[in-house]
């Protein structure tokens, strides 16, 4: 089965953590000590803003500021940035993964192969082209404490550091003679599957647990919040009839689960990444997980070069959710077409 994207009208563009760390360093540096770079970036930031204004462009944020090393005054202005460009409009690769799910188990319970539709409009909390200026500021979430923030980033690494692990087993496997072909066919079928053992031990260990006894600390419960908790809820919303936790794995195994596009895409590029030849890094994380959730509902994606070259030229992922990835350096090109037509 396949799910069907539908995309606004006006084009949505998602600016990865390069682009707006390279806007936000050119408008710190003094005017005479400017670099040609420093140009091209301000230039592409003001065709942005103009686009934007006009309502020819959507340039949601999302969780790039995250990624932001704390260097003084670097963070307050990537703030300023990514509240000017998206004009208080932001969503999360978090909020797009559970809108995704939430209409899988729907679909699943529903016996719906049919092409079911995933709205673009469904993974914002509310109308991007009614958000704008309030009062003479512009309406923004809070960001995250630096605290969390340098938080997640040594939790990407942690990740980053099991993955490259994993990745050089896989890799031996190819002095056993097995070609690479079949070992990313191999990692992408571990990758579809990965879901539903997870499902199955956590509810495994939740069920475990005393009756009436506190045994988690708040990092399992949150965790055990978004993997029971709520697709229960979701089963039962949306009229589950057999027992919800048998029904939940079925799910989990079936394919409106597997071609949900987060998964389908993550479970594509980590089947080529952990078999490749180049180390697993901690900003690998952060891509895949911006790229599985937010490239089938943009109309432009910026990217870096590896992985234009994984997700465009080895995946074909841009002809099939017609989306355009770029390098931040051909993205003025691109900004001219989007305004003439």
């Not at 990745?167 to 066919?185: C, D, F, H, P």
């Not at 079936?254 to 952990?274: F, G, N, Q, V």
């Not at 910026?302 to 997700?311: Q, Y």
């Amino acid at each position: 089965m396949k799910y069907r994207i539908i995309k606004p009208e006006i084009p949505v563009i998602w600016l990865d953590t390069y682009a707006i760390n390279e806007i936000a360093s050119a408008l710190l540096r003094p005017p005479e000590k400017r670099t040609s770079r420093d140009h091209y970036a301000l230039g592409v930031y003001e065709q942005l803003l103009n686009l934007v204004k006009q309502k020819k462009a959507l340039c949601f944020e999302s969780d790039q500021l995250s990624e932001i090393k704390a260097v003084p005054g670097l963070l307050d202005k990537v703030r300023e940035v990514l509240t000017r460009l998206s004009n208080g409009v932001r969503t999360s690769y978090l909020n797009v993964e559970q809108e995704q799910v939430a209409n899988g188990i729907r679909h699943f319970i529903q016996n719906d192969s049919d092409e079911p539709v995933l709205d673009w409009q469904a993974v914002f909390p509310c109308d991007p082209f009614k958000a704008g200026p309030v009062g003479g500021f512009i309406t923004r979430v809070k960001s995250l404490s630096q605290g969390l923030e340098d938080g997640q980033r040594e939790e990407r690494k942690a990740f980053a550091d099991v993955l490259e692990k994993l990745r050089t087993e896989r890799v031996a496997a190819a002095a056993a003679g097995i070609s690479e072909k079949l070992r990313r066919e191999r990692q992408l079928e571990r990758e579809l599957g990965v879901y539903q053992a997870i499902y199955r031990d956590e509810v495994a260990r939740w069920l475990s647990q005393p009756f009436g006894v506190q045994a988690h600390d708040e990092e399992t419960f949150l965790r055990l919040l978004n993997s029971i908790s709520r697709p229960l809820i979701l089963w039962k919303h949306y009229g589950g009839e057999e027992d919800a936790l048998r029904g939940l794995y079925n799910f989990y195994g079936s394919e409106h689960y597997k071609t949900l596009p987060y998964i389908s895409i993550s479970s594509e590029m980590w089947a080529h990444l952990l078999v490749a030849g180049q180390a697993i890094r901690p900003s690998d994380v952060m891509d895949v997980r911006h790229i599985s959730t937010f490239l089938p509902y943009c109309h432009v994606m910026v990217i870096d070069g590896s992985m234009i070259e994984l997700v465009k030229t080895k995946l074909g992922l841009g002809d099939r959710y017609r989306t355009e990835l770029v390098k931040f350096s051909g993205l003025r090109d691109l900004l001219k077409e989007i305004e003439v037509n």
